[in-house]
């Protein structure tokens, strides 16, 4: 047992490459001890975790966890966390940045999800509710994890954990809004049987505003998306996370982990400004 080891925490989004994505899981296996959320709990208290310790999360919810992740994870009996956004469980509503994309196109429409997460959160409401109520196209639909599929992954595992109502970027939010947001997540996922106290930022946007609201509502733990490895003592409502995706190579998948990553990357920034 290490006393305060570095703590590693990987964020993924949607699962399609269930090949990379074995193969990921198998070096990490390999290489750490794969922890769940409760571990983690417990570290945060008494500080006594395995060598080399790692959870896996992933955020939004997205269908291809549960159909590409979770066998995988089954199959290595892992946990891992995964953050729902709870007004789209079990609905046919899209993500509100696919379907920013599918009204504008790909190109035009990745800028401009881009630029609305800069928007007061109010504005980039009202922006998603004229693009659907002026486009010609038909309302895009987009099937969303049910509560039966939550619960199969939550008895196997998985923990159920909270990724607020809606999605908004909480630095944008009103702290009425962040109330609105973390009361009924909250409510929706008690109701589903989930216990909700660990929430990751949407978008990982930190907002120092929302730290007393967390709290209100009974959050234990939260996660930012700020690619750094958690050293020392850390903050259990600002836990750093490492990004990583389905079709990361496995090179890349070992810097980044290394946490030479985080390092690198100003510099290949820079050079590439350089390049222009
Ligand atoms: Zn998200």
Redesign the pocket.
Known sequence: MAKSPLLRILSY?SINDSYNFDKQIKFLRKNFSIISYYQLTVFLKNRCLPEKPLLITS??GDKSFYDNAFPILKNHELSATL?V?TNLIGTSTPFWWNEIEYYLGKNEGNKKVLEVKCWANKRREAYLEELRNTSSKPILKYDQLTPGQLREMQEAGITIAN?SHT?PMFDKCTPEELEHEMSKSTIILRDLGFTPDVF?Y???NFSPNAESILQKYGIKQAYLFDHKINKGDVNPLRISRLVVNDTTPLWKFKLILSGWHTKILPITKALGKLRK
Do not use: L, T
Request: charged share 20%; hydrophobic share 25%; net charge negative.
């Open positions: 989004h955020d939004d953050f956004i990724h999605h990751a949407p978008n990982g």
